[in-house]
């Protein structure tokens, strides 16, 4: 069994088929990118996997157990962290709040407890911020740590928004785009970091991306996607080759 | 400048960033202690107000001001807690008893009204608050085994340890403060846990939330219920200072109070909600001494000006008639909202922050500091 599948996977909307009758699977510790020109649905897979949209039809599985019907909450405590293609962090809170929002699945306190502040609340604060440490650390933010979102440029955002999904302590993560946006340096630091979430964090990679250096780099297979539908599936090198996908790109 | 060596976790999570802070809050503290030994009664009275009204700010600045959801009913909450506890009084409730009631009771009628709102978004939640609010307001007037209707109910002294506690004593005002202090500081204790940044987390971005694993439906109904019962709470108090309670207090200019007193003060701080009551308090004291004062002054001013005692008596009726003219509060409200709005979004407490960064970065303070900037509206937000 897969450890992360989808099987006929399909989204409408009227007679517009964003998503249609896609199944792919993620093996455990690979990075899997989808691939394909704009607007070929590669998003809204994202956005069915963490339950934004309803799937018209389909089902996803995640260690064996159908999510499909997870509320988009709980997709979140399954261990499934995701980016966003258009950043959403929380911009009139510090970065360090952001993160420890990313801890928010391993928080137990009760309403009660947090109103007194108790010892257990307080623990469980050092616990989070711990953590949340270690992933500053592997993603080199510390000059940033007390900074209010809403002062900081787009690349350094970019970096937060995984840095927060990292904080979740994900078994599978979701990259919509994470070099969209970036320049050169910081597109190859992005690179060595997605390449040591699988080496060092252990976490399996899906990713969106655009920019073909980064997705030969990083990827042990690709999938390319046209008009909601998939192209073509394999090693880097296999899909760009592939007739179909060079149609789809050239508009040969 | 003060510049801060974090060495320990323990420095991001305690509430007095530094010595600093212990010494100017104990000061504080100290002289609202003194202040009934000090104050005129008058005085004393609007300081009781202060605290009732800042406990209120600071409830519905959880609800607005950290989890984004805006009400315009609130005064309708500090109805349910007031007439809880006069009506249970009837029946020689104990005051911690009813107190605790009225907390409770608001609570859940706050919760109740967050599940619809659960659907709703900015104006539309505020016309449903409002909705809420006038509804609230007809089962006031029309309940009367209950409410008593029209006529009103009387709020009868509070007893306390066997006690009666007058409205206008100084036990009656430490009571007030001890419920404003608390209400404090367990609003900060639950911003700096995981509850509080969901609130955070809900304001800024839901889709974000809900990808971390937040239950937003859950925290937005959990930062109503909290919110309302504080309100509740307040209106406890509220009933008792003013010994007397109708359905004709708590109208929809009540409400429109409590958003200023969060939109004045500055709604990203719990500083902003005991400015912005100050601020509101303040402004009745005004209003007086616009009726009585002014036009006498204004015509002694056109009399010195070489007018004639007729002419100055003409003056002098305009004015008043002007002063005492039925609305005008509602409009110098709308005035302060609006001027607020446009010049100083982030409220006297921003202002305040401006005024101490300029002093701490002498001379080297820049004007653009706090520049507004331009926002690129996102193409593909999520819902």
């Given at each position: 069994m897969s450890y992360f599948r989808a099987e006929?996977?399909?989204?409408?909307?009227?007679?517009?088929?964003?998503?249609?009758?896609?199944?792919?699977?993620?093996?455990?510790?690979?990075?899997?990118?989808?691939?394909?020109?704009?607007?070929?649905?590669?998003?809204?897979?994202?956005?069915?996997?963490?339950?934004?949209?309803?799937?018209?039809?389909?089902?996803?599985?995640?260690?064996?157990?159908?999510?499909?019907?997870?509320?988009?909450?709980?997709?979140?405590?399954?261990?499934?962290?995701?980016?966003?293609?258009?950043?959403?962090?929380?911009?009139?809170?510090?970065?360090?709040?952001?993160?420890?929002?990313?801890?928010?699945?391993?928080?137990?306190?009760?309403?009660?407890?947090?109103?007194?502040?108790?010892?257990?609340?307080?623990?469980?604060?050092?616990?989070?911020?711990r953590r949340v440490e270690q992933v500053i650390e592997f993603l080199d933010l510390e000059p940033y740590r007390d900074k209010l979102i809403s002062g900081l440029p787009y690349g350094v955002r970019k970096v937060i928004e995984l840095a927060r999904a990292l904080c979740s302590e994900p078994k599978l993560i979701l990259l919509d785009e994470p070099s969209s946006g970036l320049n050169v340096e910081e597109t190859d630091d992005m690179s060595f970091w997605i390449r040591d979430m699988k080496s060092e964090l252990g976490i399996t990679v899906l990713m969106v991306e655009h920019d073909m250096t980064l997705v030969n780099r990083v990827s042990d297979r690709v999938i390319a996607l046209n008009y909601g539908r998939v192209l073509a599936m394999g090693s880097p090198s296999e899909v760009q080759h592939h007739p179909d996908v060079v149609a789809a790109y050239l508009g040969a | 400048m003060r510049f801060l060596f974090k060495t320990d976790y323990e420095d991001d999570i305690r509430l007095f960033p530094h010595s600093g802070y212990v010494y100017s809050y104990g000061l504080l503290l100290a002289v609202l202690v003194i202040a009934p030994y000090v104050l005129s009664s008058y005085?004393?009275?609007?300081?009781?107000?202060?605290?009732?009204?800042?406990?209120?700010?600071?409830?519905?600045?959880?609800?607005?001001?950290?989890?984004?959801?805006?009400?315009?009913?609130?005064?309708?909450?500090?109805?349910?807690?007031?007439?809880?506890?006069?009506?249970?009084?009837?029946?020689?409730?104990?005051?911690?008893?009813?107190?605790?009631?009225?907390?409770?009771?608001?609570?859940?009628?706050?919760?109740?009204?967050?599940?619809?709102?659960?659907?709703?978004?900015?104006?539309?939640?505020?016309?449903?608050?409002?909705?809420?609010?006038?509804?609230?307001?007809?089962?006031?007037?029309?309940?009367?085994?209950?409410?008593?209707?029209?006529?009103?109910?009387?709020?009868?002294?509070?007893?306390l340890l066997g006690a009666t506690v007058s409205r206008d004593g100084p036990t009656f005002y430490y009571l007030c403060l001890a419920v404003l202090v608390l209400t404090i500081v367990g609003t900060l204790n639950l911003l700096r846990s995981p509850t509080g940044r969901a609130f955070v987390a809900i304001r800024d971005s839901e889709t974000a939330a809900r990808s971390m694993g937040i239950n937003v439906a859950l925290y937005k109904v959990k930062s109503f219920a909290i919110s309302a019962a504080i309100t509740g709470f307040a209106g406890v108090l509220f009933a008792h200072k003013l010994s007397f309670i109708s359905p004709e207090m708590f109208t929809l200019q009540l409400s429109i109070e409590f958003i200023i007193v969060i939109l004045i003060g500055g709604t990203f701080s719990l500083h902003g909600a005991v400015l912005g009551a100050i601020f509101l308090v303040m402004i009745d004291p005004f209003l007086t001494y616009l009726k009585d004062d002014m036009p006498g002054v204004i015509a002694g001013v056109a009399a010195t000006l070489g007018a004639g005692a007729e002419r100055a008596g003409h003056i002098q009726d305009a004015v008043a008639a002007f002063a005492s003219a039925n609305g005008l509060k509602g409009a110098i409200y709308g005035v302060i909202i609006v001027v607020f709005v446009l010049f100083e979004p982030l409220g006297l407490y921003g202002r305040w922050l401006k005024i101490k960064l300029f002093f701490q970065l002498f001379p080297l303070y820049k004007r653009a500091t706090f520049k507004r900037q331009k926002i690129y509206v996102k193409s593909e937000r999520n819902r």
């Open positions: 006929n996977l399909s989204l409408h909307f009227g007679g517009l088929k964003a998503v249609d009758a896609v199944s792919f699977a993620v093996e455990k510790g690979e990075i899997l990118s989808i691939i394909g020109p704009n607007g070929a649905g590669k998003s809204s897979i994202f956005n069915l996997i963490s339950r934004i949209y309803p799937p018209t039809s389909g089902r996803i599985f995640f260690e064996d157990q159908d999510i499909t019907q997870q509320p988009a909450y709980d997709i979140a405590k399954l261990g499934i962290a995701r980016t966003f293609q258009n950043i959403e962090l929380f911009e009139n809170a510090t970065v360090l709040s952001n993160l420890l929002v990313g801890r928010h699945r391993h928080s137990t306190t009760r309403l009660w407890q947090e109103l007194l502040f108790l010892p257990s609340v307080r623990a469980g604060e050092k616990a989070h911020r | 005085l004393m009275s609007q300081l009781v107000f202060v605290c009732i009204y800042a406990t209120v700010g600071v409830g519905l600045m959880i609800l607005t001001g950290f989890t984004g959801q805006a009400s315009l009913g609130h005064a309708a909450f500090l109805a349910i807690g007031a007439y809880t506890a006069a009506y249970l009084q009837q029946f020689n409730v104990p005051f911690p008893v009813y107190f605790l009631a009225a907390g409770l009771l608001t609570g859940v009628v706050g919760a109740l009204v967050g599940f619809p709102a659960l659907r709703l978004q900015g104006i539309y939640l505020v016309i449903a608050t409002i909705s809420f609010a006038f509804i609230v307001e007809e089962i006031m007037a029309r309940w009367e085994s209950v409410t008593n209707g029209n006529e009103g109910m009387r709020v009868k002294a509070m007893q």
